[in-house]
């Protein structure tokens, strides 16, 4: 039997990297998956991939009408939700240090990735537990686990994300809602590939990996577990997947 046979998984950001290779493993697992993403055209591209009748929903994560529509529709386009991969997020080389980093950066993060987690939960955990239960899978980094410089803005959001987690797991067990996140160090995303460039502190992180370079996939792997029945009995946890930095 599918891992996540008549399940209804929502994924932000779904349209590229790990939100792409999420989808396309849920899908497998037998999910119905909505696709939310801002591009259009990437978030087309995913659905035909992933197939499984997944269905894409153009969604702004920092606008609060946008997700609470793109959620709205989801339910009723598949009659319930059972799973919120709140993916969407991201850093730029624009970060620095607290007194060095541009105020509009420190901003943008915190609105995407924060913020936009924020808003994922608080439209889709009710319908979450109107379906009698499910798993909320946050983004968290390694970065909220341990310090490296020169990457403070982005810290701040991944560490308000980690906190927010265990409080709504606190919150939401008595709805049957179990609400984790996931710590991934750099992950091999197009998109990291070229922060990575030119940024002597993410180089040398890289290189402290013990069992190599992680990829999309590989985190894809561990929000099936969290998003499956095999991980019930864990709520409130952030969980590193991250080639071993943490402990490096």
């Given at each position: 039997m599918s891992r996540l046979a008549d399940r209804v998984a929502f994924i932000t950001g779904a349209g590229t990297g790990?939100?792409?290779?999420t989808a396309l493993a849920f899908a497998a697992a037998g999910a119905r998956v909505v696709v939310a993403e801002r591009s259009?055209?990437?978030?087309?591209?995913?659905?035909?991939?992933?197939?499984n009748g997944a269905i894409a929903i153009v969604t702004d994560v920092t606008e609060p009408d946008s997700l609470e529509a793109a959620v709205r529709r989801a339910v009723d386009h598949f009659g319930a939700l059972h799973i919120l991969h709140n993916n969407a997020g991201g850093s730029t080389p624009q970060d620095?240090?607290?007194v060095e980093a541009p105020l509009e950066e420190f901003w943008r993060v915190i609105k995407l990735d924060l913020?936009?987690?924020?808003?994922?939960?608080?439209f889709a955990i009710p319908a979450i537990a109107r379906a009698g239960g499910g798993s909320v899978i946050n983004m968290a980094s390694n970065l909220a686990?341990?310090?490296?410089?020169?990457?403070d803005c982005y810290t701040a959001a991944k560490g308000g994300v980690a906190a927010l987690t265990r409080s709504l797991a606190v919150e939401f067990?008595?709805?049957g809602v179990r609400v984790n996140a996931l710590a991934p160090s750099a992950t091999?995303?197009?998109r990291v590939k070229a922060l990575m460039a030119g940024n002597a502190a993410i180089d040398r992180l890289a290189q402290s990996h013990l069992l190599g370079l992680i990829q999309p996939g590989d985190i894809a792997s561990?929000?099936?577990?969290?998003?499956?029945?095999?991980?019930?009995?864990?709520?409130?946890?952030?969980?590193?997947?991250?080639?071993?930095v943490t402990i490096s």
């Open positions: 790990i939100g792409r290779a259009a055209a990437a978030g087309e591209e995913t659905a035909h991939l992933a197939g620095g240090s607290v913020f936009g987690t924020f808003l994922g939960c608080r686990l341990m310090g490296i410089p020169g990457r067990a008595p709805q091999m995303t197009d561990a929000a099936l577990f969290l998003a499956s029945a095999e991980s019930r009995m864990i709520t409130g946890q952030v969980l590193p997947v991250d080639s071993g």
